[in-house]
């Protein structure tokens, strides 16, 4: 089969990128993939049945999407046919689908791979309904985008969506011995510098190389340390796009490490967000959010606390008023927690739909006019601040409401555990006046 640099019109005897030189020629030497394609892994399983159905590929960059759609074409001698949304159109694709008719004719089927699959519109991903139905192509998708999000759900449903890992610490370390097998000759790295090499391609194995070219290239002659590395090399920004996935993935974290009591891991992230270039204000008014849906009443101050860092870092912009926004990511984490009055709200919205459109109880309609005090508006009220404990016990529920429901019902944590124990009080004195009328 040709390979991909030979089929970019150079010749085999050119100079090749080392990444080029070490992409795989079988899909056991794939690296970081292994709950893919060993053991009892969806490719591995297919290789053994004889079968390949339509698979979108959904992973990070560098991790092995377009070699291990090459080595699939290969390894079930199908046809490579590989293609680009961001260079293709309806006319590419047509004259894909032609050769793939007329192949099949002949007996030999097609793998169609398409890079960036995500980037097709709706109407260019119906398109390949009929040929993936009708068998004439086996398609492979590769897209670093959620194909939930990006794919119809259409094609969805005739491809097996499998995800692909970013290279862990293990993987990069095969990734560097290959590397160096192939030079000739180690890495001018210390084990401080070379754990520090391996941080910098963050999991994509491509930049990795790339990071090893550059590092050969400095013909340096004695091994560097960590310090020394970082001045030849600049380290990336750690992966993040905070118009597409990832964005929802770190606010996700962030939003439930401040929920689980975890500073740690939640500063971790909120930095993980401000250092991929995400809005300040847009945390900001997350972290008010999550003092009043997850803090509540355990402890008020947290929305409070939110609030001011919100309004401390438009006063004073980047970076000082980030430590406002990180001082509030420490309090939240570290606060009582309390989702009662959130769990609450949305009792009293279903019973609201329930019950419809009841009118308050008389006694506490106010009576402006002479005619609405013949109708009985406000009469029997009582006033609460003249009552003993500065509370009537009256029902304030409407008369034909079905039962006296009870939406919010404080946590024994923090601030609402005494908050608990005035609503108890208050309840029984109500309940006692309900059962005398």
Same mark, same amino acid.
């Given at each position: 089969?040709?390979d991909l640099?030979?089929?970019?019109?150079l010749?085999a005897?050119?100079?090749?990128?080392?990444?080029?030189r070490?992409?795989p020629?079988a899909?056991?030497?794939?690296?970081?993939?292994?709950?893919?394609?060993?053991g009892?892994?969806p490719?591995a399983?297919?290789r053994?049945?004889g079968r390949?159905?339509?698979?979108? =590929?959904w /992973?990070?960059?560098?991790?092995?999407?377009?070699?291990?759609?090459r %080595?699939?074409? @290969?390894?079930?001698g #199908? *046809?490579?046919?590989?293609?680009?949304?961001v260079?293709s159109?309806?006319?590419?694709?047509?004259?894909?689908?032609?050769?793939?008719?007329?192949r099949?004719q002949?007996?030999r089927?097609?793998?169609?791979?398409?890079d960036?699959?995500?980037?097709?519109?709706?109407?260019q991903?119906?398109?390949f309904l009929?040929?993936?139905?009708e068998g004439?192509?086996?398609?492979?998708g590769?897209?670093n985008?959620n194909?939930?999000?990006?794919?119809n759900s259409a094609?969805l449903?005739?491809?097996?969506?499998?995800?692909?890992k970013?290279?862990d610490?293990?993987a990069?370390?095969?990734?560097l011995?290959?590397?160096?097998a192939?030079?000739?000759?180690?890495?001018?790295?210390d084990?401080g510098?070379?754990t520090? =090499?391996r /941080?910098?391609?963050?999991g994509?194995g491509r930049?990795?190389?790339? %990071?090893?070219? @550059?590092?050969?290239? #400095? *013909?340096i002659?004695?091994p560097?340390?960590a310090q020394?590395?970082?001045?030849?090399?600049n380290?990336?920004?750690?992966?993040?796009?905070k118009?597409?996935?990832?964005?929802y993935?770190?606010?996700?974290?962030?939003h439930?490490?401040?929920?689980?009591s975890?500073?740690?891991a939640?500063?971790y992230?909120?930095a993980?967000?401000?250092e991929?270039?995400?809005?300040p204000?847009?945390?900001?008014?997350?972290?008010?959010?999550?003092?009043s849906?997850?803090?509540?009443l355990a402890d008020p101050?947290?929305?409070?606390?939110?609030n001011e860092?919100?309004r401390?870092?438009?006063?004073l912009?980047?970076?000082?008023?980030?430590?406002?926004?990180a001082h509030?990511?420490v309090?939240?984490?570290?606060?009582p927690?309390s989702?009662?009055?959130?769990v609450?709200?949305?009792?009293?919205?279903?019973?609201?739909?329930q019950t419809g459109? #009841?009118?308050?109880?008389a006694?506490i309609?106010?009576?402006?006019?002479?005619?609405m005090?013949?109708q009985?508006?406000?009469s029997?009220y009582?006033?609460d601040?003249?009552?003993?404990?500065?509370i009537?016990?009256?029902d304030?529920f409407p008369d034909?409401?079905?039962?006296?429901?009870?939406f919010?019902e404080p946590?024994?944590?923090?601030?609402e555990a005494a908050?608990?124990?005035?609503?108890r009080?208050?309840?029984?004195?109500?309940?006692a006046?309900?059962?005398?009328s």
């Amino acid at each position: 089969m040709t390979d991909l640099f030979e089929s970019a019109g150079l010749e085999a005897g050119a100079p090749r990128p080392l990444a080029e030189r070490l992409r795989p020629q079988a899909l056991d030497e794939v690296i970081g993939q292994d709950h893919l394609l060993a053991g009892d892994g969806p490719i591995a399983r297919m290789r053994r049945q004889g079968r390949l159905a339509s698979l979108i =590929l959904w /992973g990070p960059p560098g991790v092995g999407k377009t070699t291990i759609a090459r %080595l699939l074409a @290969e390894d079930s001698g #199908l *046809e490579f046919e590989p293609l680009s949304a961001v260079f293709s159109g309806v006319a590419d694709l047509k004259k894909v689908f032609e050769r793939a008719r007329a192949r099949r004719q002949t007996g030999r089927g097609t793998l169609l791979f398409v890079d960036e699959i995500h980037r097709f519109n709706r109407a260019q991903q119906d398109g390949f309904l009929p040929v993936v139905e009708e068998g004439t192509v086996t398609l492979v998708g590769a897209t670093n985008e959620n194909p939930s999000f990006e794919l119809n759900s259409a094609l969805l449903s005739r491809c097996q969506v499998l995800v692909l890992k970013a290279l862990d610490d293990a993987a990069l370390e095969d990734l560097l011995k290959r590397a160096e097998a192939e030079t000739g000759k180690p890495l001018p790295l210390d084990e401080g510098a070379r754990t520090v =090499l391996r /941080g910098m391609a963050d999991g994509d194995g491509r930049y990795l190389l790339n %990071l090893v070219e @550059e590092l050969i290239s #400095l *013909e340096i002659a004695e091994p560097l340390d960590a310090q020394a590395l970082a001045v030849h090399l600049n380290k990336r920004a750690p992966a993040y796009d905070k118009d597409r996935d990832e964005h929802y993935n770190l606010i996700s974290a962030l939003h439930k490490s401040v929920r689980g009591s975890d500073p740690d891991a939640a500063l971790y992230w909120f930095a993980r967000m401000l250092e991929g270039g995400e809005d300040p204000l847009f945390l900001a008014r997350r972290l008010v959010r999550m003092a009043s849906e997850d803090i509540g009443l355990a402890d008020p101050t947290g929305l409070m606390i939110a609030n001011e860092a919100a309004r401390t870092y438009e006063r004073l912009g980047s970076p000082e008023g980030e430590l406002a926004l990180a001082h509030a990511v420490v309090h939240l984490a570290t606060a009582p927690k309390s989702n009662a009055v959130y769990v609450a709200y949305k009792r009293a919205r279903r019973a609201v739909k329930q019950t419809g459109s #009841l009118m308050p109880p008389a006694h506490i309609l106010n009576a402006p006019t002479q005619m609405m005090k013949e109708q009985g508006y406000g009469s029997g009220y009582e006033y609460d601040h003249d009552a003993e404990d500065g509370i009537s016990g009256q029902d304030y529920f409407p008369d034909d409401m079905p039962e006296r429901p009870v939406f919010y019902e404080p946590l024994d944590r923090g601030r609402e555990a005494a908050i608990g124990e005035r609503l108890r009080a208050w309840r029984q004195k109500r309940n006692a006046r309900r059962k005398k009328s």
